[in-house]
């Protein structure tokens, strides 16, 4: 079975421009959560999407946002670039039957260098 | 913040067994213990989580003490590809909580 895919897995833009990130999850996996990690802050958690709708947020401004379509696939999005937004941007995905724990498995990442 | 302390880093002879500790002292009933591990800035990889009994699979086996406040990742013979930071994480058993990461393990895999 496929893994959690992420595109692009590179980016360089510019402070002040918009950037749109996409994550397709694993087969069947219904939710996705999204972190973004820096070397000062570490792996933090932005938000998740299951079943279109937002689920749970992190400490992040309103210029961080995301949305899911019904195959599951999400994005994200970040207005207004600023210069510590240069992270390693990652997404997760998993099955949320809600029956007990529930597995996250993690996509390769999209670095992005804000210029 | 992370509800774990982990050691800040860790050597290992390949080959040999990697035994990583993970303190939790505050952890509740209803919370598992998991571990994930990131080699040089790629995803995070899930390794393995449990509640209370021990736990094996083909990755790794997951000791945890019978109060719950401790436990520890075991590697049985670690290889060079092993090299990486593991995160241990607790994290309640119920919906989809998001996973909080503290600083992790850095182990390193010495031929």
């Known amino acids: 079975k496929a893994g959690v895919t992420q595109t692009p897995r590179y980016l360089i833009k510019t402070r002040g421009q918009q950037v749109t990130l996409s994550c397709s999850p694993i087969s069947g996996h219904r939710s996705v959560s999204w972190y973004q990690q820096t070397p000062g802050q570490g792996l933090q958690f932005l938000f998740e999407y299951f079943s279109e709708t937002q689920r749970n947020k992190g400490n992040f401004p309103g210029r961080f946002s995301g949305r899911q379509f019904s195959n599951s696939r999400s994005e994200m999005n970040v207005s207004t670039l600023e210069l510590g937004d240069s992270a390693l941007y990652l997404c997760?995905?998993?099955?949320?039957?809600?029956?007990?724990?529930?597995?996250?498995?993690f996509g390769p990442g999209t670095r992005l260098t804000v210029l | 913040d992370a509800k774990t302390t982990q050691p800040p880093s860790m050597d290992c002879a390949e080959g040999r067994a990697a035994n990583l500790p993970c303190n939790h002292s505050t952890i509740s009933g209803n919370e598992y213990v998991y571990w994930y591990r990131q080699i040089h800035s790629q995803g995070p990889q899930y390794i393995i989580h449990?509640?209370?009994n021990n736990e094996t699979n083909e990755m790794a086996s997951l000791i945890i003490t019978e109060d719950r406040k401790s436990s520890t990742l075991i590697l049985p013979h670690a290889t060079l590809r092993d090299t990486a930071v593991y995160y241990c994480i607790v994290r309640v058993g119920s919906g989809n909580t998001p996973l909080v990461f503290g600083k992790g393990t850095r182990l390193s895999v010495i031929a």
């Open positions: 449990g509640l209370k």
């Open positions: 997760a995905s998993s099955l949320r039957v809600g029956l007990g724990t529930d597995t996250q498995y």
